[in-house]
């Protein structure tokens, strides 16, 4: 499942609300702490590669047979992302530190002209199963 994010802010919380429609179609409810970490995550990494690469990218979920979640933000920037650390009252610079907090994992790599930032959270043992699995993604060009 993916979206196309334009370079434009107001499309995090598009975003947000094309993620929730997603996972309670997988049987994750919006309730569900896993939602909602999954939720802040999107909002999170969307908002970097909108902010900080200003082109378009887009946003892949991939459900896993065991029931955990993978994000995967890809755009056309190269850059790395560049974790910082925010200090007092800064209001940039905590979104990287926010993913390593929330997410079982999380990394980056090249992706065509660009790159795909990705995290990934495990399901709680009991919980429904979402029945997709997770693969490998395509490649996207934006």
């Known amino acids: 499942m993916q979206l196309e994010v334009g370079p434009d802010p107001a499309e995090v919380g598009r975003a947000r609300r094309w993620a929730r429609k997603r996972l309670a179609g997988s049987g994750i409810g919006a309730d569900e702490p896993l939602a909602e970490t999954l939720v802040l995550l999107i909002s999170e990494l969307v908002t970097n590669a909108v902010v900080h690469t200003g082109c378009p990218a887009v946003l892949r979920m991939l459900f896993a047979a065991e029931g955990g979640v993978r994000v995967e933000v890809?755009?056309?920037?190269?850059?790395?992302?560049?974790?910082?650390?925010?200090?007092?009252?800064?209001?940039?610079?905590?979104?990287?530190?926010?993913?390593?907090?929330?997410?079982?994992r999380w990394g980056w790599q090249p992706e065509g002209v660009g790159k795909s930032i990705w995290c990934e959270v495990d399901r709680a043992p009991g919980g429904p199963v979402p029945g997709e699995g997770l693969g490998s993604p395509g490649r996207v060009h934006c």
């Open 74 to 104: 890809a755009d056309n920037s190269a850059v790395p992302p560049r974790p910082r650390h925010a200090a007092g009252e800064d209001t940039n610079g905590r979104g990287l530190e926010l993913v390593d907090g929330l997410a079982d």
